[in-house]
């Protein structure tokens, strides 16, 4: 009895252990880079139910809901109000966000503003 209890013991230790000869593997934190080019170009709707226009580098229209993915992965749709489209990196270290605004008028040009988990956290 005493030796199978004992044979368990070493036998689970060895499953469990890590060799540590072997490099670890790889983060779940992933370095997410800001996308580029991307311009607003308009929020229309209601509350819980605006749509944000954007164009893409390429010259694409994609319309975006809130909680959907954007076309750049790993960024996706935070929130969206009548004026800003907040996106979100969920994976990356430190969490980063970006946000666009629709600024001044008709005739202006949005911003963006790349925020990292550390600043936002300063800013509040």
């Known amino acids: 009895m005493?030796?199978?209890v004992l044979?368990?013991?070493l036998w689970s230790g060895?499953?469990?252990g890590r060799d540590p000869f072997q490099p670890l593997a790889a983060s779940r934190c992933q370095a997410a880079?800001?996308?580029?080019?991307?311009?607003l170009q308009g929020i229309a709707g209601r509350p819980a139910q605006f749509v944000a226009?954007?164009?893409?580098?390429?010259?694409?229209?994609?319309?975006?809901?809130?909680?959907?993915a954007f076309p750049e992965a790993p960024w996706q749709v935070a929130e969206l109000?009548?004026?800003t489209l907040r996106l979100t990196a969920a994976h990356?270290?430190?969490?980063?966000?970006?946000?666009?605004s629709i600024k001044g008028g008709h005739n202006e040009k949005d911003g963006t503003d790349?925020?990292?988990?550390a600043e936002l956290a300063a800013a509040r």
């Open 81 to 83: 109000t009548a004026r």
């Open 114 to 117: 790349v925020v990292s988990g």
């Open 14 to 16: 060895w499953v469990a």
């Open 92 to 100: 990356s270290c430190p969490p980063q966000h970006i946000t666009w």
């Open 33 to 39: 880079a800001a996308p580029q080019g991307w311009h």
């Open 2 to 4: 005493h030796r199978s």
């Open 7 to 9: 044979l368990l013991l």
């Open 53 to 68: 226009w954007l164009i893409s580098p390429q010259g694409q229209s994609h319309r975006l809901r809130a909680q959907t």
